[in-house]
């Protein structure tokens, strides 16, 4: 293991993993905080982790008391950039910053490299992470992509449609990756704007705003699971709302603690 100099939280290490045995650790990492069942995709296959780690991809962990904790991975694509292509953290680490320096080492790493940025899809049900993305590290939605992986059986993602948001984050010339810095929030994105998607998933006209809000489901996963149908119901809506104030024209401008998606155009943007 080779380990990177990036900014941890008090007793967390980050290495790039290499060693077969590691890179096992990072699929029953991955499997755990998937909740993958026996019969189910692997939400990276291991031989494709040992793959991207031989062959200069990115393969990171990060480690508390020598427990691995936190895995992220991704592979070089087009124009100098970064791909991550999964991260998970267990569920006994949320909530200690592990996420957040992981993906400080990944930019560390991609900034030695001399690539210019990272890009990722991530749920856009999914509340913590719209909130982790785009307003903690600032990244930049690009794209809302339908269906993107298709039908998915890795545990957490089964029976859902696989619609993602693709963003993309900047890697500092400089190979600094210490400092996070928030998505500002523009002044007409207050509670004025036109709800497009309103608390209860009901899709709204926003009539050309020039600011809309679009809410999203306190925990879509647990509602995955105590009631499909509204998952469902809710995804639908979100793909329609945001996915397409997208098509419209309208960027993603912020995330709120509360859950709302801020979006402008034109002037406001």
Known sequence: MVELLAPAPAGVRLLSLHATSDLQRADRLLRRTWGTRPGDDAPLALDMMCALAHTGGYVGGAFLDDELVGVAAGFLAAGGTLHSHIAGVAPEAQGRGVGLALKRHQRAWAAERGLTAITWTFDPLVRRNAYFNLTRLGATAVEYLPDFYGPLSDGIN?????????????????????????????????????????EAGAVRAGGGAPSLRCATPPDVERLRADDPGAARRWRTALGDALGGALADGYRIAGFTRSGWYLLTRGAAA
């Open 158 to 198: 089964d029976g859902d449609v696989s619609d993602r948001l693709l963003v993309t984050w900047p890697v500092p010339a400089s190979g600094i990756a210490s400092g996070i810095a928030p998505a500002a929030t523009p002044p007409a994105a207050a509670p004025a704007a036109v709800a497009i998607l309103d």
